[in-house]
């Protein structure tokens, strides 16, 4: 596919000289900062990084493909038909060529590269007291994992005095949400990935590190939202409304079943030209603008500020419109195929392990005459739809040691039977 994009290949090598770029003096050189990049291990698409400068003013920096690959051409357009990056232990596929994110787009340590930075200053509370934004030049000197991140939070050596300023910025900003009633729906996820060639079963907890990239991006997201609306910045918005009805979480409940209580009560979240309260934010506007690798949203939103910071003309409201309808209708492609290898991975999991019994928790009938329901499943910390063998008053919360008879692949059945 991508052997015939000649003209695209040729234009972003190009662009991408950065002395060339430095000395146009449109960009901030920013790559003398201690720059650190923290991401899972197996991760390609390295679009975040994040410095300080001085004691109280942070710089978040996301990839900014948008700076050299033209809306409208042909990689665009596969970007936009992909959504987004497709995950497969197997074999992922990337919404731009993985070699571009990889090598090219990506902030990889060592390298200098292109970036759209947020400039933010907060006082010792965590409060944002102003902000930003440059076209910038930076160099991450640090790659981190996420484990590697924790270690040195957790030590707090005096070499990495910059890491741990950083994050006790961020952790005040976020207590700062939580008093206003921000939601924190925290807890383990698992996911698949490779190992070798086997898959193995992996859990997500949300670490002192995880929670400061994760603020770090919703803290980008916010403020880019806020400097468009002031701005008049055509982008999409993400916004969210009151929830759609009224939710009670008990402390006897598990964790788990008093997160889907909340998420069930929640209103969807929607993507529009027009900047509205995001609810369970708490945020008076938002946006998606930290994943311009691997979301279209994103990489349209960066194009409409490059060109705002150009002094280019914006594209129109009703050309982001179709953009986004375009992406919706392609996001649920999307979302169809990463649930489809997600079951497979799972199914493929279970078949492989030979496990019989596994401890669940009941979350919610999908089709009661047909047994076919939804269970938590406690070790995997994963939501799996199964099939009872037969009929059980069964609800929400219900904690049951079950017995897996029969994996149907045609099908796509998982077969139980209820011990206890």
Same mark, same amino acid.
């Given at each position: 596919?991508?052997?015939?994009?000649?003209?695209?290949?040729?234009?972003?090598?190009? %662009?991408?000289?950065?002395?060339?770029?430095?000395?146009?003096?449109?960009?901030?050189?920013?790559?003398?900062? %201690?720059?650190?990049?923290?991401?899972?291990?197996?991760?390609?698409?390295?679009?975040?990084?994040?410095?300080?400068?001085? #004691?109280?003013?942070?710089w978040i920096h996301i990839a900014?493909?948008?700076?050299?690959?033209?809306?409208?051409?042909?990689?665009?357009?596969?970007?936009?038909?992909?959504?987004? #990056?497709?995950?497969?232990?197997?074999?992922?596929?990337?919404?731009?060529?993985?070699?571009?994110?990889?090598?090219?787009?990506?902030?990889?340590?060592?390298?200098?590269?292109?970036?759209?930075?947020?400039?933010?200053?907060?006082?010792?509370?965590?409060?944002?007291?102003?902000?930003? +934004?440059?076209?910038?030049?930076?160099? $991450?000197?640090?790659?981190?994992?996420?484990?590697?991140?924790?270690?040195?939070?957790?030590?707090?050596?005096?070499?990495?005095?910059?890491?741990?300023?950083?994050?006790?910025?961020?952790?005040?900003?976020?207590?700062?949400?939580?008093?206003?009633?921000?939601?924190?729906?925290?807890?383990?996820?698992?996911?698949?990935?490779?190992?070798?060639?086997?898959?193995?079963?992996?859990?997500?907890?949300?670490?002192?590190?995880?929670n400061l990239i994760s603020e770090?991006?919703?803290?980008?997201?916010?403020?880019?939202?806020?400097?468009?609306?002031?701005?008049?910045?055509?982008?999409?918005?993400?916004?969210?409304?009151? $929830?759609?009805?009224?939710?009670?979480?008990?402390?006897?409940?598990?964790?788990?079943?008093?997160?889907?209580?909340?998420?069930?009560?929640?209103?969807?979240?929607? #993507?529009?030209?027009?900047? %509205?309260?995001?609810?369970?934010?708490?945020?008076?506007?938002?946006?998606?603008?930290?994943? $311009?690798?691997?979301?279209?949203?994103?990489?349209?939103?960066?194009?409409?500020?490059?060109?705002?910071?150009?002094?280019?003309?914006?594209?129109?409201?009703?050309? +982001?419109?179709?953009?986004?309808?375009?992406?919706?209708?392609?996001?649920?492609?999307?979302?169809?195929?990463?649930?489809?290898?997600?079951?497979?991975?799972?199914?493929?999991?279970?078949?492989?392990?030979?496990?019989?019994?596994?401890?669940? +928790?009941?979350?919610?009938?999908?089709?009661?005459?047909?047994?076919?329901? =939804? =269970?938590?499943?406690?070790?995997?910390?994963?939501?799996?739809?199964?099939?009872?063998?037969?009929?059980?008053?069964?609800?929400?919360?219900?904690?049951?040691?079950?017995?897996?008879?029969?994996?149907?692949?045609?099908?796509?059945?998982?077969?139980?039977?209820?011990?206890s």
């Open positions: 596919m991508y052997k015939e994009l000649k003209g695209d290949h040729q234009y972003l090598y190009d %662009k991408f000289n950065i002395e060339k770029l430095i000395s146009t003096r449109k960009y901030v050189d920013l790559r003398e900062l %201690k720059t650190y990049t923290i991401d899972d291990d197996e991760t390609i698409e390295i679009d975040d990084a994040i410095s300080i400068e001085g #004691t109280d003013v942070i900014c493909p948008s700076e050299s690959i033209p809306i409208n051409g042909e990689l665009a357009e596969q970007a936009l038909k992909k959504a987004c #990056t497709i995950y497969n232990f197997k074999d992922s596929v990337y919404m731009f060529p993985k070699e571009f994110s990889e090598n090219i787009l990506g902030l990889r340590k060592g390298k200098a590269s292109i970036a759209l930075s947020l400039k933010v200053t907060f006082t010792e509370l965590g409060k944002v007291v102003d902000y930003d +934004i440059h076209r910038s030049i930076i160099q $991450p000197n640090y790659k981190l994992t996420y484990e590697e991140a924790d270690e040195i939070l957790d030590y707090q050596p005096r070499e990495e005095k910059e890491l741990v300023l950083i994050h006790r910025l961020f952790k005040a900003h976020q207590n700062n949400r939580i008093k206003n009633e921000t939601l924190i729906i925290d807890e383990p996820s698992g996911y698949f990935k490779k190992c070798g060639k086997d898959l193995i079963l992996a859990v997500r907890n949300k670490t002192e590190s995880r770090a991006m919703i803290i980008y997201n916010s403020l880019i939202a806020k400097y468009c609306r002031k701005n008049k910045i055509i982008i999409p918005f993400r916004s969210q409304s009151i $929830p759609i009805k009224n939710y009670i979480i008990r402390d006897e409940f598990h964790l788990h079943i008093n997160n889907y209580i909340i998420k069930q009560s929640l209103a969807k979240a929607i #993507t529009s030209v027009t900047a %509205k309260e995001h609810y369970s934010l708490f945020l008076e506007e938002y946006t998606l603008a930290t994943s $311009p690798l691997r979301r279209y949203l994103d990489f349209l939103t960066h194009h409409q500020i490059i060109s705002f910071l150009n002094q280019g003309d914006q594209f129109t409201r009703d050309y +982001i419109n179709t953009k986004i309808d375009r992406y919706n209708i392609n996001f649920k492609n999307y979302l169809t195929i990463s649930r489809s290898i997600k079951r497979t991975n799972i199914i493929n999991w279970f078949l492989a392990k030979k496990e019989i019994q596994h401890q669940i +928790i009941f979350l919610k009938w999908l089709n009661k005459n047909l047994n076919i329901c =939804l =269970l938590y499943f406690e070790h995997l910390f994963m939501d799996v739809v199964c099939k009872i063998d037969k009929q059980y008053d069964l609800n929400l919360g219900d904690s049951q040691i079950i017995r897996i008879i029969n994996i149907d692949r045609v099908k796509d059945e998982i077969l139980i039977s209820i011990i």
